[in-house]
């Protein structure tokens, strides 16, 4: 069992950034593939970002490319998702996510509680 919570969300204005943290409990994090979805009002949860297991493998959708940046730090059991830039497009409920194994963008063996971040324009 992973338990995972996130923290990091906020309401900012258009053009600022947030860094999203995301911390796992459990002593196989590391072997674990990471990644953020996000659920915006009337939308379906979507995926944003991931990330394999020893740092590798690094994905995004593409309306995130050049502005969100993926990571970890396996000596911590956390994830992050640094988002530059932000547009109110990007509002949403953020949630961490882990899988065991590739092809976490499917879907996702655990799930946090999510937390809101809200741009303003």
């Known amino acids: 069992q992973v338990q995972l919570v996130e923290s990091g969300g906020g309401l900012v204005q258009a053009g600022v950034s947030l860094r999203l943290s995301c911390v796992a409990s459990g002593s196989t994090f590391s072997r674990y593939g990471m990644g953020w979805f996000r659920q915006a009002p009337g939308k379906e949860r979507e995926f944003v970002a991931a990330i394999g297991s020893f740092g590798g493998s690094i994905y995004y959708v593409d309306s995130v490319k050049g502005r969100f940046t993926i990571s970890r730090d396996n000596a911590k059991n956390t994830v992050y998702l640094q988002m530059n830039s932000l547009k109110p497009e990007d509002t949403a409920v953020y949630y961490c996510?882990?899988?065991w194994g590739p092809g976490i963008q499917r879907g996702a063996d655990y799930w946090g509680q999510g937390t809101q971040v809200t741009v303003s324009s």
């Open positions: 996510a882990a899988k």
